[in-house]
């Protein structure tokens, strides 16, 4: 069978084609997200690296034009360098970038970040207890969850690499009275990631009101955090999140449709 692949003019252009597409699912993430009430207040960024750059992608300052994340589109995203310089965008990127920037930075596995502010793993950072592997969908945050004793924005570089140190090779930190960083090595793993912090935080709760709370075995965790388990972690849940996104179409339509929300019908 023969593959009929698109050719492009230019390098320049194929990379420029690869950065919209990246574009569109960073600004996609933040629609699901915010759909599935990870951020109260639609307070919250995702990002993602550039791949082969020291350029990142991530959310505009949006706020600011006083409009709600569920309607963040392509041209809300914008770029930066590992430095937190705004290289490229309408709009200054969003002031807590460096949260992002300084983990990418020692983190080469990392390619995407999350901060959200949900409600359960926030609330366990003000109690000052960690997070625990537990549930189905706790075992990627063994062997817990390290909470960062330090409530202010995270908007120097100074302050990103607090975050940095206290995540270390961790997937997700816990900032006490502020929210949470969650780490994927794509923008849909960092997703899904962040939804399982959230569902890992409230089970969490739940049990500790029954009786004490037992982790998830080594084992069990080992086999989660390795081969097929890991993919499967991942890749089986993610079809349930994309459909949170109120402009969600099939994968071969997929195109920005800022204002189109289709009915069930048309899904
Ligand atoms: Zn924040």
Redo the contacts with the bound molecule.
Sequence with gaps: MTIHRPTYANAKTTLQTEITALRRRVARAHRILTAGGIWPLT??HVSARIPGTDHVLILGHIHSEGRSLIDTDIDDIVTVDLDGNWLEGRIEPVD?RY?HLEIMKDRPDVTSVV???PTYATAFGIAGVNILPVGNRGAIFAPQVPILDFDR??DTPERGRMCRDAIGDGLALV?KN??VAVCGDSIENATIATFALEETAQLQWIAAQVGPVQKISTGEVRSVLTGARKEEFYSHVWGHYARLDPWFSAPEQEHSNRGQVKTPAQR
């Design positions: 307070k919250g807590e949260l901060h959200a502010h924005q995270i900032l502020h929210g």
